[in-house]
């Protein structure tokens, strides 16, 4: 990985993912690993590996040359909207526009696919913080509880509304 922030997010390569290869399952390991250990069981909503593979999930890996960046999904919860899930960048790649560069992919793919609405929920606690910032910074609006999720305190909700392409 070079050390110039820049060129990590200039030549990103965002990939959808059959989650068969090693880095994928070792970053998704982690983060499902962090979130169970910053938010307690009755309040974590991360996927675990059997859940992405969901015909309703689509996973994309964020690439820089051979290097496993980051990561997202979306999940369909009806025709008209879907949820983003599964949003981590690696360590070491936090910072250099990495989160951003895949969510932006996730909107559009949302918009390709020709959802109405983009939605996710996150952690209220002060870890959460930076992925909040990232989501309003991107148009993102609060919201109450979508699709199954009922309410929560330490959950904080955000949509989307999207023209179709």
């Not at 983060?31 to 999930?57: F, G, Q, Y």
């Not at 996973?59 to 949003?87: F, R, T």
Request: hydrophobic share 45%.
């Amino acid at each position: 990985m070079t050390d110039n922030p820049t060129a990590a997010v200039d030549q990103l390569r965002v990939v959808a993912d059959d989650l068969t290869g090693a880095e994928i399952r070792a970053l998704l390991a982690a983060h499902h690993a962090e979130m169970a250990d910053t938010t307690p069981a009755s309040s974590m909503h991360a996927l675990d590996l059997t859940a992405l593979r969901d015909p309703a999930v689509t996973v994309w890996s964020a690439w820089s040359g051979d290097d496993l960046v980051g990561c997202g999904a979306l999940k369909e919860l009806d025709p008209e909207h879907a949820e983003i899930k599964s949003m981590r960048t690696a360590g070491g790649h936090t910072g250099r526009g990495v989160a951003a560069a895949v969510l932006a992919h996730l909107v559009a793919a949302a918009r390709e696919r020709g959802y109405r609405r983009l939605s996710l929920e996150t952690g209220a606690e002060d870890f959460f913080a930076p992925a909040r910032r990232l989501y309003l910074r991107h148009g993102f609006a609060e919201c109450g509880p979508f699709g199954s999720y009922d309410a929560d305190p330490l959950s904080r909700y955000f949509t989307l509304a999207l023209d179709p392409s």
